[in-house]
């Protein structure tokens, strides 16, 4: 699908920062990107590929919604958002002790990490950050446009398609890893990293 910019009001200038905002906020280290690493370092990138996927296919959902009103219903009512909060904490910090326990590469035990498409899609919808960045998006390049519809059409495919390139390249990044992981404790202790950083953006999530 080609994108014309001249067909409504968004100019060059506002496109750039558009361009800039997602390059900033997609692929800084954050919850997907650690999920996206880990997956593919433990199971190898066809495995994470479900998860990979699902990230821009719920964050377009979430930015759709975002644009509808329910973003600000969200950041508006207080129970809400501390219930989001709460449960996006409490599974970042579940999959992080999953992952802290993981030490063998590929292997279904017990204790192997496993995030599916439904699950990397709810975690979208569980991220306070997900929303905030959502709302900033409609905010600023939708929200009260007359071509509102059309500037919509030009900001999802864009977080889309950076969603789900940063996500390949970090979990691109984590295939690559395997062979060096596989090796002595380096698994673990590289999962135990990859935990830390879920911790790490749990404690964000709830100082936000």
């Excluded at 080609?2 to 390059?23: P, R």
């Amino acid at each position: 699908m080609v994108i014309s910019l001249e067909s409504c009001a968004m100019n060059w200038q506002e496109f750039t920062a558009l361009l800039v905002l997602a390059t900033a906020m997609s692929f800084s280290p954050g919850p997907n990107t650690t999920l996206s690493t880990a997956l593919a370092a433990n199971g190898g990138l066809p495995r994470a590929m479900r998860f990979v996927i699902a990230v821009p296919v719920g964050w377009t959902l979430l930015l759709g919604l975002s644009a509808a009103g329910v973003g600000a219903l969200v950041v508006a009512v207080p129970s809400l958002r501390w219930g989001i909060k709460a449960a996006g904490i409490a599974y970042l910090l579940w999959l992080a002790w999953k992952l802290s326990r993981s030490a063998s590469l590929g292997q279904p035990n017990g204790e192997q990490l496993q995030v599916g498409f439904r699950q990397g899609v709810m975690l979208q919808f569980l991220n306070i950050k997900a929303w905030l960045l959502a709302l900033t998006l409609v905010a600023t390049w939708i929200a009260g446009q007359p071509d509102a519809l059309q500037r919509f059409a030009i900001v999802a495919p864009v977080m889309l398609v950076y969603a789900f390139t940063s996500n390949f390249a970090y979990a691109l990044a984590g295939s690559l890893l395997r062979k060096w992981l596989a090796h002595g404790r380096r698994l673990l202790w590289f999962n135990r990293a990859m935990a830390a950083v879920l911790v790490l953006t749990a404690c964000w999530m709830a100082s936000v």
